[in-house]
């Protein structure tokens, strides 16, 4: 079962419209949609990129169904911040950073021949959280924005959050990348359980509906699905 990247891309636009601030907006969609920067080797479309080589939604479209997660992630968590603990959060600059915080996985992976994905040459020499930190400091983004950027991989980049919205956004990004891998995983672990094969998911859809034919019909529900 394939993404359907068009309904994606709308709810990708629908967040965009919610940046109230309209100069943030603009800039945030510039590098987000109308991406123009001159790097070794060509970036792949947002609709084709994974959002990882093989850990978390690394499939075509990736990127895009996990941008949009961790956005609507961090708009919810927002929503607790301020409805059930009192907090105050800059919606604008944390939904801003939800949206940016992979899109330089564009020019960081490349599809191998056989199916999954490589480094690209420059993602043999720099991740993805560098390129965009270095790219949106170029653009002039506001720097309580290249935090959320620099920070989103919390103890495991070069700075951990050290503002509300970073860390909202960090939470998301974990969340929503670790409930992907343990889907993908469960789902390829039942499929070599039942027919001895390995295989990669085409997507979380796929994995998915793998884990809940298991549910409902034991193993031969996960044996319909890969041997037909």
Same mark, same amino acid.
């Given at each position: 079962? #394939?993404?359907?990247?068009?309904?994606?891309?709308?709810?990708? $636009? !629908?967040?965009?419209?919610? @940046?109230?601030?309209?100069?943030?907006r603009k800039l945030v969609e510039e590098l987000l949609l109308k991406t123009e920067i001159t790097l070794e080797g060509e970036p792949l479309p947002l609709e084709e990129a994974p959002a %990882?080589?093989?850990?978390?939604? *690394?499939?075509?479209?990736?990127?895009?169904?996990?941008?949009?997660?961790?956005?609507?992630?961090?708009?919810?968590?927002?929503?607790?911040? =301020? +409805?059930?603990?009192?907090?105050?959060?800059? !919606?604008?600059?944390? /939904?801003? %950073?939800?949206?940016?915080?992979?899109?330089?996985?564009?020019?960081?992976?490349?599809?191998?021949?056989?199916?999954?994905?490589?480094?690209?040459?420059?993602?043999?020499?720099?991740?993805?959280?560098? /390129? /965009?930190?270095?790219?949106?400091?170029?653009?002039? /983004?506001?720097? =309580?924005?290249?935090?959320?950027?620099?920070?989103?991989?919390?103890? !495991?980049?070069?700075?951990?959050?050290?503002?509300? =919205?970073?860390?909202?956004?960090?939470? *998301?990004?974990?969340?929503? #990348?670790?409930?992907? $891998?343990?889907?993908?995983?469960?789902?390829?672990?039942?499929?070599?359980?039942?027919?001895?094969? +390995? @295989?990669?998911?085409?997507?979380?859809? +796929? *994995?998915?509906?793998?884990?809940?034919?298991?549910?409902?019909?034991?193993?031969?529900?996960?044996?319909?699905?890969?041997?037909?």
């Open positions: 079962m #394939s993404l359907n990247t068009q309904r994606l891309k709308a709810e990708l $636009k !629908r967040l965009l419209r919610l @940046i109230e601030d309209g100069e943030l %990882g080589a093989r850990v978390h939604h *690394a499939y075509p479209g990736g990127l895009l169904q996990h941008t949009v997660a961790v956005a609507r992630l961090t708009l919810t968590l927002c929503d607790l911040i =301020e +409805e059930l603990y009192g907090g105050e959060v800059n !919606r604008d600059l944390a /939904l801003a %950073g939800a949206l940016l915080h992979d899109v330089m996985k564009r020019y960081v992976y490349t599809p191998k021949p056989e199916g999954g994905y490589l480094s690209a040459p420059i993602g043999e020499r720099l991740d993805h959280l560098t /390129l /965009l930190a270095a790219e949106a400091y170029r653009r002039g /983004l506001p720097l =309580e924005l290249l935090h959320i950027i620099a920070a989103h991989h919390g103890d !495991r980049g070069p700075i951990e959050p050290k503002t509300l =919205e970073a860390l909202l956004v960090y939470i *998301a990004d974990l969340a929503d #990348s670790e409930m992907s $891998k343990r889907i993908l995983r469960a789902a390829e672990y039942l499929v070599k359980a039942a027919t001895g094969r +390995e @295989i990669r998911m085409n997507s979380s859809q +796929e *994995a998915l509906e793998i884990i809940m034919a298991k549910a409902r019909e034991g193993w031969e529900g996960v044996r319909r699905l890969k041997e037909t």
